[in-house]
């Protein structure tokens, strides 16, 4: 099988390649595809009638290094629907280049997918927010991308999508305004928030100064995802609903004696994924029903 390393891009050919050979050793055609966060894993665990690969299986797939993001792509229905899940996503922080942390997404688009729920664990900039909170995404600002990192950078594929994509309506109104319905008749409403998502590069958590400074710039939430993936999803004509579990507050204090931490992290998802699953599962039922969004 052919690998793409070092850094020549993937071709056309190497995400198709890739799309075929899950297509070929699988009956579902999914419509849908979820990422899940750190410490979200368990989202993937609902899914029924499973058929799994590792990602070290998969042509051309990138492998993940992180702790808490298990390298699997399951497949399988979720109340109705048939999906793909990413069980641990990429990072620039791992070294990948972006064209790699987003090879999953082009991907999706090959074998059919239409919608992707991309989820993250998220640190709390907005004063407002408390850990465990669920904070639709809105809107993003893409950090690395100000610094010329962008994963649609290089010569455009003009299969997937335009050269200067259009990314003010990056986070579906429809879906959001679903799933912020659904949240609520769940009971939701106390940890339920609809905000901004700053993806940085990471791996160091921010400085005091540099959270201050995000949450200037309108920023209610900070992560190390997210961003990219959606570029590459609305590039290529994913539906995008994006979703962030509060995870730790964001330290804007010079007195606090407060550290984020990756473990604090994982225990916040792990304590609070029964909420997220909860109202994707909910959502999946009434996207079946509806079947007007996906
Ligand atoms: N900062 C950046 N990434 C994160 C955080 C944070 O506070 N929490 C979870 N991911």
């Known amino acids: 099988m052919a690998h793409s390393t070092g850094d020549s891009r993937y071709t056309y050919e190497e995400y198709k390649q890739t799309a075929d050979w899950l297509l070929s050793k699988t009956q579902y055609r999914p419509t849908m595809a ?61 070294g990948y280049p972006l064209w790699k942390v987003t090879f999953p997404i ?27 909170d669920i904070m639709m995404i809105k809107d993003h600002i893409n950090m690395p991308g100000f610094a010329g990192q962008n994963p649609l950078s290089g010569p455009n594929e003009d299969r997937f999508g335009l050269r200067f ?30 905000g901004v998502y700053c993806g940085i590069g990471g791996p160091n958590f921010e ?29 290529c004509g994913l539906r995008v609903l994006g979703i962030s579990l509060i995870t730790n507050k964001a330290v804007i204090d010079y007195d606090s004696e407060l550290t984020a931490n990756h473990e ?21 039922q009434r996207i079946e029903l509806n079947n007007n969004v996906c």
Not at 119 to 128: F, I, P
Not at 264 to 284: F, H, I, N, R
């Open 34 to 94: 979820i990422v899940c966060g750190s410490g979200l894993g368990t989202l993937g665990e609902l899914l029924k009638d499973q058929v799994v690969f590792h990602y070290a299986d998969i042509p051309n797939f990138p492998q993940s290094t992180v702790p808490g993001h298990a390298g699997r792509l399951i497949f399988g229905n979720l109340n109705g629907t048939p999906c793909v899940c990413m069980q641990g996503r990429f990072h620039l922080y791992e």
């Open 106 to 132: 082009r991907v999706f688009r090959l074998i059919g997918v239409k919608m992707v729920i991309i989820t993250n664990a998220a640190g709390g900039l907005n004063q407002d927010y408390k850990v465990g």
């Open 207 to 235: 400085t005091i100064a540099e959270c201050r400074f995000l949450n200037r710039l309108g920023a209610d939430a900070v992560g190390m995802s997210t961003v990219h993936e959606v570029i590459v999803a609305r590039h």
């Open 264 to 284: 604090e992290v994982l225990q916040t998802g792990k304590d609070s994924a029964k909420y997220l699953e909860k109202l994707v599962t909910t959502l999946l």
């Open 165 to 194: 994509p259009p990314m003010s309506d990056a986070y579906d109104k429809d879906m959001r305004k679903l799933a912020l319905a659904v949240g609520r008749e769940l009971g939701y409403s106390k940890m339920l928030k609809e």
